[in-house]
């Protein structure tokens, strides 16, 4: 086996309430950690572990919010105890979609908070849009579909956020698992987009799965 050097990111849960309540019951899953205090613990048994990057969601029903305003207290909570007890863990949020006339600005008001905070490892930019969707037991789709949307102005805006303050950038890019491949039981799945190249910079880094392709990377500042 080679030495090829592996960077983990630790996603210590998924978005609320899809992945934090049992299936059929509407309870909290005990095991997916939901206040800082847990978020932190779990973040921290994964960089003992060996992971160097820590992502989570937090429960602020950002979808109920017509702004896409992400409540900064959470991260900030989190982020401090990791960060404290692991300087060199990069910590990055989660971030709502666009539409419906909400602005970058509020969508990404959370990240410039951690940024100023000195909290934030790593900046978010999702080249593209796409639909999310969860399927029923019977396999019919979910009424919790929802289209998770980044417009061309939106993209450049967080690229050129991030690159002003010589910030890596975590890029998501969206693809249909392989032909024949079953998705996650009842779980979502992201749709109408095929897999991307990884975008060419220094510091480059590549996680790839049947899901997704995560690129972390750091941005030239543009010229002039």
């Given at each position: 086996m080679g030495s090829e050097a592996l960077i983990i990111e630790a996603a210590v849960n998924g978005a609320w309430p899809a992945t934090?309540?049992?299936?059929?019951?509407?309870?909290?899953?005990?095991?997916?950690?939901?206040?800082?205090?847990?978020?932190?613990?779990?973040?921290?048994?994964?960089?003992?572990?060996?992971?160097?990057?820590?992502?989570?969601?937090?429960?602020?029903?950002?979808l109920d919010n017509a702004t896409g305003r992400h409540a900064s207290e959470p991260y900030l909570a989190a982020y401090e105890a990791i960060t404290a007890a692991h300087p060199g863990a990069i910590c990055y949020p989660t971030m709502s979609g666009g539409g419906d006339g909400r602005r970058i600005?509020?969508?990404y008001a959370h990240i410039v908070e951690l940024h100023d905070a000195g909290l934030l490892g790593m900046g978010v930019a999702d080249p593209g849009s796409l639909n999310l969707v969860g399927r029923r037991r019977d396999g019919q789709v979910a009424s919790t579909a929802l289209p998770y949307i980044n417009a061309p102005a939106d993209v450049a805006w967080m690229f050129a956020?991030?690159?002003?303050?010589?910030?890596?950038?975590?890029?998501?890019?969206?693809?249909?698992?392989?032909?024949?491949a079953a998705g996650p039981p009842g779980g979502r799945h992201a749709t109408g987009q095929d897999k991307s190249a990884a975008v060419p910079g220094r510091a480059e880094h590549a996680v790839r799965s049947a899901q997704h392709t995560v690129v972390a990377r750091r941005v030239p500042a543009p010229a002039g």
């Amino acid at each position: 086996m080679g030495s090829e050097a592996l960077i983990i990111e630790a996603a210590v849960n998924g978005a609320w309430p899809a992945t934090w309540k049992r299936r059929g019951t509407g309870a909290r899953n005990p095991v997916v950690p939901a206040t800082p205090e847990e978020i932190a613990t779990d973040a921290l048994a994964c960089l003992a572990a060996g992971a160097t990057v820590i992502h989570n969601h937090t429960d602020d029903d950002v979808l109920d919010n017509a702004t896409g305003r992400h409540a900064s207290e959470p991260y900030l909570a989190a982020y401090e105890a990791i960060t404290a007890a692991h300087p060199g863990a990069i910590c990055y949020p989660t971030m709502s979609g666009g539409g419906d006339g909400r602005r970058i600005e509020d969508r990404y008001a959370h990240i410039v908070e951690l940024h100023d905070a000195g909290l934030l490892g790593m900046g978010v930019a999702d080249p593209g849009s796409l639909n999310l969707v969860g399927r029923r037991r019977d396999g019919q789709v979910a009424s919790t579909a929802l289209p998770y949307i980044n417009a061309p102005a939106d993209v450049a805006w967080m690229f050129a956020w991030c690159a002003e303050r010589d910030l890596p950038v975590h890029v998501g890019v969206r693809t249909r698992p392989p032909a024949g491949a079953a998705g996650p039981p009842g779980g979502r799945h992201a749709t109408g987009q095929d897999k991307s190249a990884a975008v060419p910079g220094r510091a480059e880094h590549a996680v790839r799965s049947a899901q997704h392709t995560v690129v972390a990377r750091r941005v030239p500042a543009p010229a002039g």
